[in-house]
């Protein structure tokens, strides 16, 4: 079964950059549509961010002009680059299909922003 594995989480200043990583264990794989979402404390998980099989992008309203999700297909990874981050981008970050399956959830990467 496949596995997606997120990285690159953690402490970052209001105003600051990240740069999260979907790995996936089979290559033809990250050729779906693959989303990023995110579960902040005593919320819902939403999605944030997605690209489309054929390379189209779509954000979630509070992240367009910050967030930018891009595919490396070599490598077999999605990415998220996060700048100009607020505390309320707080919050564990997960890759899946898009929509999502449950079976494909992972254990994400949580970012923190704070000063």
């Known amino acids: 079964q496949v596995q997606l594995v997120e990285s690159g989480g953690g402490l970052v200043q209001p105003g600051g950059s990240l740069r999260l990583s979907c790995a996936a264990s089979?290559?033809?794989?990250?050729?779906?549509?693959i989303g990023w979402y995110r579960q902040a404390p005593g919320k819902q998980r939403e999605w944030v961010a997605g690209i489309t099989s054929g390379g189209s992008r779509n954000y979630a309203d509070s992240v367009k002009g910050r967030f930018t999700i891009s595919r490396d297909k070599a490598k077999n990874t999605v990415y998220l680059d996060m700048n100009s981050l607020k505390p309320e981008d707080t919050a564990v970050y997960y890759c899946?299909?898009?929509?999502?399956?449950?079976?494909?959830w992972g254990q994400g990467t949580q970012v923190t922003v704070s000063s």
């Open positions: 089979r290559s033809s794989f990250i050729f779906n549509a």
């Open positions: 899946n299909t898009m929509p999502a399956t449950s079976v494909y």
